[in-house]
């Protein structure tokens, strides 16, 4: 059903060597960088030359294209069943796609049909005209390449105001919101978008003198101990870090993974729901948050005991 | 059969993936499913499709291979790659091309003239005569038309085909929403072909938390939402995960059930048999069969919603009784965060403050175990922890123990 070579990169590949053989542009260098862009490592040598020795019938004698179009392929029933789907999103009103040509069309599924049972239930406000504006301007900012001065309260509520270089939009399906990323050159700052209230959408910047600014990693190390489907659990639930994996013995391996430092706190309390099958060896730093949680346990334990008592 | 980097079953590849994006410490040695032979052209597939992204070491096991990524500095999930490896015929990416050249100028035309072009202003373009049969070319319209790229009429005894494109669709003005929606939806591999039609879009949007393995499932999904969306029944060929035990269910599927916070799906579903709601994780689902309608599908919705009332994950416990749990929380100065936490990361139940220094989440639940990992994460607040169910409670402060254990006790765990 999806597993179709009509969405296959060697369909859209030899769509695009097409198009370029049609405006007379062809030439073998193009081909390789095509191919390149658009399909895999070995594809390289498979598609030049099912082309050229004539497996597939697209191309001459002479090498000139026996189709008379520019190839284009009618959108599938469930590509227009998918995008339609995506119009009952109350998302896509930050995005206001054309949807003309899709009134006769069967959503693939209703937004109820997904039930996201973990998702925090404070996520932003997608159908409040300010947040939609913010969003859509934001959005402009970043693809055009201007600066922005935004506006925007802090988690203790506090007024505070900005001139940046905005560059990314980050949205967290856990947390079911935005979050602007954006640098004034020096730092990193991350700004919910729901605390953004008003904005400046200021000149160009310099693309050539701008950098996109690294993110400090830095590396847990833990221990894991298999037992109650821990292994499967926990790579699962770390499984979108940058991340190695090396098996002690036959119950134990280690689990090395790269962390942003402003997310300590957030891993910290991820690694604590796993309980004793995780052991944190590094850093430090990490290991001393944790024994500071759970001695804070023992003592807040004492003293239901002693009252209890 | 010669190598090659486009596979024809998605099956077998899928299982390799999950093995290198999630595990990743296995040697050659250690794949025992299948062959040697076929672990090196997996492997090597899989490298030609996500070199990138692939990962190698050396240990006295051998060698391991391994898929590591920061998802959350990728604009796109490498995985859809797989999808788009589908293996074809000669025949099939020729009469591609030609067909839809041929209907390109918006004409009704029948199968004998798509024939006749096909042979006369197409093939005879080469020295060499080629020839493509009638029935090939039959086959090919009718599987067109099934994907819904063309368009059939019946004219007389004759069939005119069209293409389906006579109505636009400008999917140039949904690039920023495909650009998002590709990573974010559970059918994002469909996107991901829709983008692929553009020849740009913005390189914007960046995903945190963002769990890249359910695109492997994505035909197993659509299947599913197609049936639901006609309200069928459909047969699961399951094999467990841990167990590897294979084995057939009959449901009636109602919603799929996704974890934002491990990137697990699941369908959930009435159970014929038992006459139960189950629950079924999609990277089990080995292949599905679609049924008939069920009339009853309203009846099964009711009841869904009742019995997600009580749901903490995707577990109705033993014996679907409720275990009523209460979780009494130290709140510090300056720490009014907790009680906005606990209301935004509960999903059933309620919390109120006791005083100015304790707050209390109550909730009845089908299986308060399901909750005991959240309930850690609130390890150095708990202040007391009481559960109808013996074995949370249990396990809960036999874990904090074996946790001060390893953290200094006495007794180290490891």
């Not at chain 1, 991820?270 to 944790?290: A, C, M, T, Y």
């Not at chain 2, 300056?334 to 509960?346: P, T, Y």
Request: charged fraction near 30%; glycine fraction near 4%.
């Amino acid at each position: 059903m999806l597993f179709s070579e009509i969405y296959g990169s060697y369909f859209n590949v030899v769509a695009s060597i097409l198009k370029e053989a049609l405006n007379n542009s062809l030439t073998d260098n193009k081909i390789t960088q095509l191919v390149h862009e658009k399909a895999f490592a070995e594809s390289v040598i498979s598609i030049p030359t099912s082309l050229k020795n004539n497996d597939w019938l697209l191309f001459d004698d002479d090498f000139k294209p026996v189709i008379k179009h520019s190839p284009t392929m009618p959108l599938t029933t469930l590509q227009k069943r998918w995008l339609k789907s995506l119009l009952l999103d109350p998302r896509i009103m930050l995005f206001e796609p054309d949807f003309t040509g899709l009134e006769d069309v069967t959503p693939l599924y209703n937004t109820d049909t997904f039930v996201y049972f973990d998702q925090y239930t404070d996520g932003d406000p997608y159908t409040d005209e300010n947040y939609i504006k913010c969003f859509k301007e934001i959005l402009k900012a970043i693809k055009e390449k201007r600066k922005l001065k935004i506006y925007f309260n802090s988690r203790t509520g506090a007024e505070h105001s900005i001139t940046c270089i905005p560059y990314r939009l980050e949205y967290s399906a856990k947390d079911d919101k935005f979050r602007l990323l954006a640098t004034d050159n020096r730092h990193i700052n991350v700004v919910n978008l729901v605390r953004i209230h008003s904005f400046e959408l200021l000149d160009e910047y310099d693309t050539n003198s701008f950098k996109l600014p690294q993110k400090h990693l830095k590396e847990l190390v833990m221990l894991l101990h298999n037992e109650r489907n821990a292994l499967e659990r926990v790579l699962l639930h770390f499984s979108h870090f940058e991340k190695e994996t090396l098996k002690i013995d036959e119950n134990t391996y280690e689990i090395k993974l790269l962390y942003d430092k402003d997310d300590e706190t957030e891993l910290l309390i991820r690694v604590l729901s796993f309980g004793p099958v995780l052991k944190v060896k590094s850093p430090i730093e990490f290991v001393d948050l944790i024994k500071e949680r759970i001695n804070k346990q023992k003592s807040l334990q004492v003293i239901q005991k002693q009252k209890n008592h | 059969m010669a190598y090659s980097e486009l596979i024809k079953n998605f099956e077998r590849i899928r299982d390799y993936m999950r093995e290198f994006y999630i595990y990743g410490f296995k040697s050659r040695n250690e794949y025992t499913a299948k062959s040697a032979r076929s672990y090196d052209n997996e492997r090597r597939r899989i490298e030609s499709w996500l070199g990138d992204f692939m990962l190698f070491k050396q240990n006295s096991a051998g060698k391991n291979v391994f898929l590591s990524v920061d998802s959350r500095q990728i604009p796109h999930n490498p995985l859809y790659k797989a999808f788009k490896a589908k293996s074809f015929t000669n025949k099939d990416i020729t009469l591609h091309f030609y067909i839809l050249d041929i209907l390109d100028n918006k004409d009704n035309l029948s199968l004998q003239e798509i024939v006749e072009a096909i042979n006369d202003q197409y093939l005879s373009k080469f020295s060499t005569p080629f020839s493509i049969d009638e029935s090939t070319i039959r086959k090919k319209l009718k599987e067109y038309e099934s994907l819904g790229i063309l368009y059939c009429e019946k004219k007389g005894r004759e069939v005119f085909y069209k293409r389906t494109d006579y109505k636009h669709i400008d999917i140039k003005s949904w690039a920023d929403a495909l650009s998002f929606y590709s990573e974010d939806n559970p059918l994002g591999v469909i996107g991901s072909f829709l983008l692929d039609k553009l020849d740009s879009y913005s390189d914007v949007f960046r995903f945190k938390h963002h769990y890249m393995l359910h695109a492997l499932d994505s035909d197993i999904l659509c299947q599913l939402l197609i049936a639901i969306s006609e309200q069928r029944s459909v047969e699961l060929d399951l094999k467990g995960i841990r167990t590897g035990r294979k084995y057939k269910r009959n449901i009636c599927p109602l919603k799929i059930y996704i974890s934002t916070q491990s990137g697990r799906q699941y369908v959930l579903g009435y159970h014929y048999h038992s006459s139960h709601m189950l629950f079924f994780r999609l990277d089990a689902i080995k292949n599905i069969t679609i049924g008939n309608t069920d009339n009853k599908y309203s009846l099964y919705i009711e009841n869904q919603k009742k019995f997600d009332k009580h749901l903490w994950g995707v577990s109705a416990g033993i014996g679907r009784s409720l275990d009523h749990i209460e979780m009494t929380i130290h709140i510090e100065k300056g720490e009014s965060f907790i009680f906005q936490r606990l209301n935004r990361e509960k999903r059933h139940g309620r919390v109120e403050y006791i005083d100015e220094h304790t707050c209390k989440f109550t909730a009845d639940v089908y299986d308060a175990t399901e909750m005991l990992p959240w309930l850690r994460t609130f390890i150095g607040r708990i202040y007391d922890l009481k559960c109808s169910n013996k074995t949370v409670i249990e396990t809960f402060y036999d874990d904090i123990n074996k946790m001060i254990d390893m953290y200094g006790g006495e007794n180290n765990a490891f």
